[in-house]
Structures are given as structure tokens and as C-alpha cells.
């Protein structure tokens, strides 16, 4: 399953998403942080996609209410 993902609030303009069998394949993220999403993008690959959930959901950035792990988080629940 691909999700393409528009995020909010955060400077990411796009999360693409491969999952497969309830696991994440890969995770690129257009814009934003360039170390710190590909730091994420390493880290979930390979994980179950309610493990990602649950580590990266409710994450802030500067007091925005969400952050780009959070939207990650966001566009992960379109795959259960």
C-alpha cells in the first residue's frame, strides 16, 4: 500500500509511505528537516506500523501541536 500524505502545520509539503503486510517498507519526506526526516525515515523502516503510531504520535515541534513525526504518525493510521 503507497499513502501520499499532505501534511499540516509542519514545513514537509509531502510524507510518501510504503507498507506492506502492516510493516514500513520505506518513508520519504519533500521539504522539512532534511537530517531529521531522513533520521525518522531510517528508523521506522522495518517497523509495525502500530509501533510507529505509538512512538511518534502527540510529538510538538516549537509549539506548533504537531511535528513531522506526529503527521507521520497521521498518515500511518490511513494504513490500519
Do not use: H, W
Not at 22 to 43: H, K, P, Y
Amino acid at each position: 500500500m503507497t499513502i501520499n500524505y499532505t501534511p499540516r502545520g509542519v514545513c514537509s509539503r509531502q510524507i510518501n509511505i510504503e507498507v506492506n503486510n502492516g510493516i514500513i517498507e520505506s518513508v520519504a519526506f519533500m521539504g522539512g528537516c532534511n537530517g531529521n526526516t531522513q533520521g525518522i525515515s531510517s528508523l521506522v523502516r522495518g517497523m509495525k506500523v502500530e509501533d510507529a503510531i505509538a512512538r511518534l504520535e502527540g510529538i510538538n515541534c516549537n509549539g506548533r501541536g504537531t511535528s513531522c513525526p506526529d503527521q507521520l504518525a497521521k498518515a500511518l493510521k490511513q494504513a490500519l
